[in-house]
């Protein structure tokens, strides 16, 4: 399994064609990012009409910014908003073109669950330490750890 390298960014770099040094290491607008995503999204920020219009980046340290609230993502990989939210976001940052990703990505959580599933049944092993290794190394795909400590 490869592992794809995720990083800090900063959201709101850019607000009326000025930066906010003030936001730079504030807690609410970094955002854990990877690469692609991060390049896609440089300095691009809504327009007053497209705020108004629901059009903004999606903020996960908001209630209402968990993704699933604003894409779904089918098991072929397929991408589709369910808001001016998740149209905005998934849009400036093309993510319909990371199915690759998101095919792997729900393949990695039906082998967690069988991984899950054989690890129920197996006593302390050799084998059972193998497959908490693989299923630490597959949570990790899926969720990458925020800090490597």
């Known amino acids: 399994m490869s592992k794809r390298i995720f990083r800090l960014t900063t959201i709101a770099r850019v607000t009326a064609n000025m930066r906010v040094p003030d936001l730079?290491?504030?807690?609410?607008?970094?955002?854990?990012?990877?690469?692609?995503?991060?390049?896609?999204?440089s300095s691009t920020w809504p327009s007053p009409e497209q705020e108004?219009?629901?059009?903004?980046?999606?903020?996960?340290?908001?209630?209402?910014?968990d993704h699933?609230?604003?894409?779904?993502?089918?098991?072929?990989?397929?991408?589709?908003w369910l808001t001016p939210i998740g149209e905005y976001?998934?849009?400036k940052l093309r993510l319909c073109?990371?199915?690759?990703?998101?095919?792997?990505?729900?393949?990695?959580?039906?082998?967690?669950e069988e991984l899950k599933r054989r690890?129920?049944?197996l006593s302390l092993s050799e084998e059972?330490?193998?497959?908490?290794?693989?299923?630490?190394?597959?949570?990790e795909l899926i969720e990458p750890p925020i800090f490597d400590l």
């Open 97 to 112: 073109t990371l199915k690759r990703h998101w095919q792997n990505l729900h393949r990695w959580k039906i082998q967690r």
């Open 89 to 91: 976001t998934v849009r």
């Open 128 to 139: 059972r330490r193998s497959v908490e290794q693989a299923l630490t190394e597959l949570e």
């Open 24 to 41: 730079e290491n504030d807690y609410t607008n970094l955002y854990w990012s990877c690469g692609v995503c991060n390049q896609r999204k």
């Open 52 to 65: 108004a219009a629901g059009q903004k980046w999606i903020d996960p340290c908001e209630p209402w910014g």
């Open 119 to 121: 690890l129920s049944k």
């Open 68 to 80: 699933d609230l604003h894409w779904q993502i089918s098991p072929e990989g397929e991408i589709s």
